[in-house]
C-alpha cells in the first residue's frame, strides 16, 4: 500500500484464470451478454409464435388408412397445414381453412370411403377373365349403392354386399339375389320404417330381379332394421296408412281454422278432429234373384203342348174266357121318366145295353216355362274409406272495448254458437248417417304464460368466452414479450454497451478505500497550493494532481465513487 503523502495509484488485480476468469474479462463478458440477449430473443419469438398459433379443427374423422394418405397427399398440394388428434384418428386444419379444404377434396373425390364404384369398370386389364369382370361389376355396384345410401342424411357410413347367383338355363334350377346393407348411423340419429323400406326399396330397385323381401338392413348396433317394416304391416299398423290418417285429420283441422279466423280472430280458435278409416279391401259378386209376379207379367221363355184324342171304348175287362165273348144285345125300358138320364134304368128294370158308338178319350198336357229374374252384382270397397268423424272446436270468449277503453271478455250467443256449428259441418263434411259426431265449445282461453329464461350475463355467454380466451391469449403474449424486453433484454443491452471495470479482490478493498482518502487529501492539498502560491512546495503538488487527473481520465468509475462518497458525508 503506497503511503499518502507519495500519490501512489492502486492498481486493480489480474483476474482468475479459466471459465470464472474468462467471464470476468471484457470480451468474456459481452459474450455472456450476447448469449443471454439471444436467448431471451429466441423466447420472445416463441411467445410470439404461440400467440400467432391458429386454432385447429377437425377436417376428417373415422377414416380408413388408404383414404388418410390421400388427404395428407392432396393437402400437402394444397399448402395446407395438418395434424394429427392423439390416436390419429382424425386429421385437423386450421378453422378458417376446414371448409375451403373439405370442398376442394370434396372435388378430388376424397374421402371415398365406401370404396370405389363404377369407376373400377374403366381400368380393365387386356386378357381379363369373365369371372373377374363379373367379379369387378359387383364390386362396382355394391359400391355405387354404398355411396347413394350415404346420401340419407341420418347415415354417415355404408356397406353393401350382393348375392348374386349364377344364372341356369333350367327355370326349376334359378335362385333369386339377395342382398345385405350395414348402416353406421351418426350419433344419437336413428331410422323410422319409412326410412328403412326407402333403403330396402332403393336397393331392390337397383339390381334385377332382387325382391323387396330379400333385402335385410342391419345397424352398427346389429339392429335388424328392415324386420320393423314388415312387422308392422303385418299387426295393421303400416306408416303410410298411419300418415294417411294424420294428414286427414290436420287437412280437416286446416279447414275448420282456416273459415272460423276471420270470425273470432287466429288466437281465438282450436279444434281437433279423430278419423275413423276402414283400410279393409273387400271384394263382393251376388246373384239375386226375384220371384215371379202375375203370368200375365211374365215372360214365357218357351210353351209345349200335347193332346191326345181316344176311339170308342175297347174290349176290356179281367182277362180270361169270358172277356173275348162278344157284348149282347142292348135293352131299354118300355116306360121311363122323362127327364130321366140318358142310359138310366126304370127302377127295378135290369140295366139297359149300350147302343150306338162307344165314348170317347181326351188327354192334353201343356209345359210353360218363364224366364226367371237374375241380378248380378259386383261390388268393390276401395280402401281408405272414412267410416266416421269426430270434431271438437273450443271458441274463446268474444273480446269487447268498453267506453273508458277498458277490455272485457263475454261468451258467444247462442245464435253465434249456432252460426259456427254450422260452418264447422260443412268444413268437416258432416254425414249423419256415418255417426259423425261435432262438438262446439265456447270457453274463455287461459292467458299464456311466457316463460321467462334467466339472462345469461354477458361473460358467460359462449361468444364471450372465446372473445375472452382470445383476449388472454394476446394479453399473456404481449405481458411476456414486454417484461423481457424492459426487464431482461434491454438492461443486458446496457451492460453491453457500457465500458468494462474489474471489480476491486476482496483483500485489496481497504487499501483502495485508502488510497482514495490520500487522492482526496492530494486534491485538497493541491487547490491549497494553487490559491496560497507556494512554490516549495508545488513541484510535487502539481505531481500528485496530475496523476489524480490521469486517474479521472483513465478511469472515471473511481471519479464517480469519489464525488459519491463526497455527497454522503456531506
Known amino acids: ?341 140318358p142310359g138310366a134304368t126304370a127302377p127295378g128294370a135290369a140295366p139297359a145295353q149300350a147302343t150306338g158308338s162307344p165314348p170317347s178319350s181326351v188327354q192334353r198336357e201343356s209345359t210353360v216355362n218363364y224366364e226367371v229374374d237374375k241380378t248380378v252384382r259386383y261390388v268393390q270397397q276401395p280402401m281408405g274409406g272414412i267410416k266416421r268423424l269426430s270434431v271438437a272446436v273450443v271458441v274463446n270468449y268474444r273480446k269487447e272495448v268498453g267506453k273508458d277503453g277498458k277490455v272485457t271478455m263475454k261468451p258467444l250467443s247462442e245464435a253465434e254458437k249456432a252460426q259456427i256449428a254450422d260452418l264447422v259441418r260443412e268444413a268437416m263434411g258432416y254425414n249423419k248417417d256415418r255417426g259423425d259426431t261435432l262438438n262446439v265449445v265456447n270457453s274463455p282461453f287461459a292467458g299464456l304464460e311466457k316463460e321467462v329464461l334467466p339472462e345469461i350475463p354477458f361473460w358467460q355467454r359462449p361468444e364471450m368466452i372465446d372473445l375472452a380466451l382470445v383476449a388472454a391469449k394476446w394479453l399473456v403474449a404481449a405481458a411476456v414479450l414486454a417484461y423481457l424486453f424492459f426487464g431482461v433484454l434491454r438492461p443486458l443491452t446496457r451492460r453491453i454497451i457500457a465500458p468494462y471495470l474489474p471489480p476491486p479482490p476482496a483483500e485489496e478493498k481497504k487499501e483502495e478505500e485508502e488510497g482514495e482518502e490520500q487522492e482526496d487529501a492530494v486534491v485538497q492539498i493541491a487547490n491549497q497550493a494553487e490559491q496560497e502560491d507556494e512554490t516549495p512546495k508545488l513541484p510535487a503538488y502539481l505531481n500528485n494532481l496530475e496523476a489524480a487527473r490521469k486517474l479521472a481520465r483513465d478511469d472515471p468509475k473511481v471519479v464517480a465513487n469519489i464525488v459519491k462518497s463526497w455527497v454522503e458525508n456531506e
Open 1 to 341: 500500500m503506497t503511503p499518502a503523502g507519495e500519490g501512489a495509484v492502486t492498481v486493480p488485480a489480474t483476474p482468475p484464470s479459466g471459465l470464472i476468469g474468462f467471464a470476468q474479462t471484457p470480451g468474456g463478458k459481452n459474450f455472456f451478454l450476447m448469449l443471454g440477449v439471444a436467448a431471451v430473443l429466441a423466447v420472445m419469438a416463441g411467445v410470439w409464435l404461440w400467440s400467432q398459433t391458429p386454432d385447429y379443427r377437425v377436417l376428417f374423422s373415422n377414416f380408413s388408412d388408404r383414404d388418410g394418405g390421400a388427404i395428407v397427399a392432396a393437402l400437402q398440394q394444397q399448402n395446407v397445414p395438418y395434424k394429427f388428434a392423439e390416436g390419429g384418428t382424425a386429421i385437423l386444419v386450421p378453422a378458417d381453412k376446414v371448409h375451403d379444404a373439405r370442398l376442394k377434396l370434396a372435388a378430388q373425390g376424397l374421402p371415398k370411403a365406401s370404396g370405389v364404384g363404377f369407376e373400377l369398370m374403366e381400368n380393365q386389364k387386356l386378357g381379363i377373365s369373365q369371372f373377374l369382370e363379373q367379379v369387378n361389376f359387383q364390386r362396382a355396384l355394391e359400391g355405387e349403392l354404398a355411396r347413394s345410401i350415404q346420401s340419407v342424411a341420418a347415415v354417415q357410413a355404408a356397406r353393401v354386399h350382393l348375392a348374386m347367383p349364377k344364372a341356369s338355363v333350367f327355370v326349376r334350377d334359378q335362385q333369386k339375389p339377395t342382398a345385405s346393407v350395414l348402416l353406421n348411423l351418426h350419433p344419437g340419429r336413428t331410422l323410422d320404417p319409412q326410412q328403412v323400406s326407402a333403403i330396402v326399396h332403393l336397393v331392390a330397385s337397383s339390381v334385377p330381379e332382387l325382391s323387396t323381401k330379400n333385402v335385410t338392413v342391419v345397424d352398427q348396433n346389429g339392429t335388424l332394421l328392415s324386420e320393423n317394416g314388415k312387422q308392422a304391416g303385418m299387426n295393421g299398423l303400416d306408416p303410410t296408412q298411419l300418415k294417411y290418417v294424420q294428414e286427414l285429420q290436420q287437412n280437416i283441422v286446416r279447414r275448420i281454422e282456416s273459415i272460423l279466423t276471420p270470425i273470432v280472430g287466429a288466437a281465438n280458435v282450436r279444434a281437433e278432429a279423430t278419423a275413423d278409416v276402414d283400410f279393409s279391401h273387400s271384394e263382393q259378386a251376388a246373384e239375386v234373384y226375384t220371384p215371379n209376379g202375375q203370368p200375365t207379367n211374365s215372360a214365357i221363355r218357351s210353351q209345349q203342348t200335347s193332346e191326345n184324342v181316344g176311339g170308342g171304348a175297347g174290349v176290356g175287362g179281367i182277362p180270361g174266357a169270358l172277356t173275348n165273348q162278344p157284348q149282347p144285345n142292348a135293352t131299354a125300358p118300355v116306360n121311363a121318366p122323362a127327364n130321366a138320364a
